[in-house]
C-alpha cells in the first residue's frame, strides 16, 4: 500500500508513546532477576509475581555506568549485600525504548530501605508461621553434651569454610579428639535450602551416632544467603531431633535460621571455637577438681603426720609415767 509505513517509522512511533513524561523518574517496586554486569552497566530483568509465584510482568531493566557504582555502594553500605539476583527493590526508573532493543526500564536511583524492610518483613512472617505452628523453639530447648564431640557437619565440599571449621576442630591446642563427619549440601543460589534439608534428613537417619550438627558456610556477597531465608529449611533446624549449630557467613550475617537453631555462631571457625571450649570447660573443671582433691589428700597426709609427730614426742614421757606409777 502507498501509506505504508516503515518498521523504524512505526517503532518511532512507539518510542514516542513509550516515553512520555508520565513514564519518566518513577518510582516502582520489582523483583530483579539476572542479575550481571557488563563493561561497567548493570543489566536485569524486572519482575512481579502474584502471591502463587505466578509473573505478572517482566521487563528489561539497567543501571548505566555512571550510575552503577554510586548506586552499588550506596546500597551495599546501607544493607550489607550486593545488589543482586533474587532482592525486591524501590527503584526511580525511566521508560527507554530502542528500536532493536525494544522496551526497558533506565534506573537512575534504588531506596536500600525498601529492600532492607522487605527482608526484614518476609523474615518476620516466617517466624510467626513457626511460632503459630509451636515449633519455633524446639531445637533452641534441646541440651548439647557437656563435652559434644561427634559433630555431623552439613557444609559444601571443598568450601573454605569448611577447611577452617575443620583445620580449627582437629588443630585444638587442648589435644581435644572430635569424630566428624560431612553430609555434602550446596549452600548457596535456588537449590540450597532443599539441599541442605536432605543433608539434614542423612544425619536425622544416622541421629544415634552424633552429639549434634552444624551447619557452616564461609563468608561472601550477603546476597548469596537468602536462600537460608525459607520457611522449609527454618521449619526442618527448628523440628531437629538433634541440637544444630549455625555458623554462616560474616559476623554482621544474620538469617532465619539463628533464630531457630539451638546456638548461633557468627562463623564457621567460632563454631569449631565453641566446640573447642565446650571441652575445655569440662577439662578445666576437671583438673580443677583433681587439684583440689591432691590438696586435700596432702593436707590430711600432712595433718596425719603432725599428728604422729605428737605422738613420737608423747610416748617416751607415757611410758615412763606409766613405770613410775606402777
Known sequence: MKNAMTLLEMLDVVRTFVQQPATQNVWVVAEVQDVQVRGGHCYMEMLQKDDAGRQ??????????????????????????QFASGLKVMARVSASFHP???MSLVISEVNPEFTMGDLLRRRAAILRRLQAEGVLEMNRQLRWPLVPQRIAVVSAPGAAGYGDFMNQLYTNPSRLRFVT????????????????????????????QWDGVVIIRGGGATSDLQAFED???AATVAQFPLPVAIGIGHERDVTVLDY??????????????WLIGCGENVLSAVNNL???????????VSGNRQQLAQAEGLLPALARGAVERS
Not at 555506568?65 to 544493607?79: L, M
Not at 535456588?190 to 544416622?206: F, N, R
Request: one cysteine or more; proline letters at 4%.
Open 100 to 102: 532493536v532493543f525494544g
Open 181 to 208: 563427619r560431612l553430609y555434602p549440601a550446596t549452600m548457596q543460589g535456588a537449590t540450597a535450602p532443599q539441599s541442605i534439608i536432605a543433608a539434614l534428613s542423612a544425619v536425622a537417619d544416622d541421629a544415634e
Open 260 to 273: 531457630v537453631a539451638n546456638a548461633r555462631l557468627k562463623t564457621p571457625t567460632a563454631v569449631a571455637e
Open 231 to 233: 520457611y522449609d529449611l
Open 290 to 300: 583433681g587439684a583440689r582433691i591432691l590438696q586435700a589428700a596432702t593436707d590430711r
Open 56 to 81: 505478572q510482568a517482566r521487563v528489561r531493566g539497567c543501571i548505566w555506568a555512571s550510575n552503577y557504582s554510586r548506586i552499588a555502594h550506596a546500597f551495599y553500605n546501607a544493607t550489607g549485600q
